[in-house]
């Protein structure tokens, strides 16, 4: 598992029609404030302001097709050569990480390969770094390259 703190960030919230919004800034959009989303923005201001990796190589819930399915990623960051690189499934909070969440993560990967798949519920974050085949835990996220 990795340990890791999310930053404090001036996030904007707004109410419209009872429904909650948070301004998505790599989306550059309100998006419906759910628990997942509260993750999902929490996880990509960790990209931005611990890591530094760069805004415009942080892909948000993109559409991929899986099959006959479409799907959508939750995070996708690209490499300097825009080739994908890090693929990240946000979770709810109080939705317990485990092989099944695995599993949706490494579909996604079919369609879309990456070395490093990342999980995260906000509370517990896993990474893996796929080699030879193989998932290998990491107990950090890579630093930008």
Same mark, same amino acid.
Not at 94 to 102: A, F, G, K, R, T
């Given at each position: 598992m990795v340990l890791l703190q %999310?930053?404090? %960030?001036?996030? @904007?919230?707004?109410? *419209? @029609?009872?429904?909650?919004?948070? %301004?998505?800034?790599? @989306?550059?959009r309100w998006v419906q404030l759910t628990p997942e989303e509260w993750v999902r923005q929490h996880f990509i201001q960790y990209l931005l302001q611990v890591k530094k990796y760069p805004a415009a190589l942080i892909a948000v819930e993109k559409e991929i097709q899986l099959g006959e399915l479409n799907k959508r990623f939750d995070i996708l960051v690209y490499d300097r050569r825009h080739q994908p690189w890090l693929m990240i499934e946000c979770k709810r909070p109080? *939705?317990?990480?485990?092989?099944?969440?695995?599993h949706q993560v490494l579909r996604y990967n079919i369609s879309v390969p990456v070395p490093y798949l990342a999980l995260t519920n906000g509370n517990s974050h896993f990474l893996f770094l796929r080699k030879e085949g193989k998932l290998e835990p990491k107990d950090a996220f890579p630093e930008w390259e």
């Open positions: %999310f930053p404090d %960030f001036p996030y @904007r919230v707004r109410e *419209i @029609r009872g429904v909650h919004q948070v %301004f998505d800034e790599t @989306r550059k109080d *939705i317990q990480l485990s092989d099944e969440s695995v």
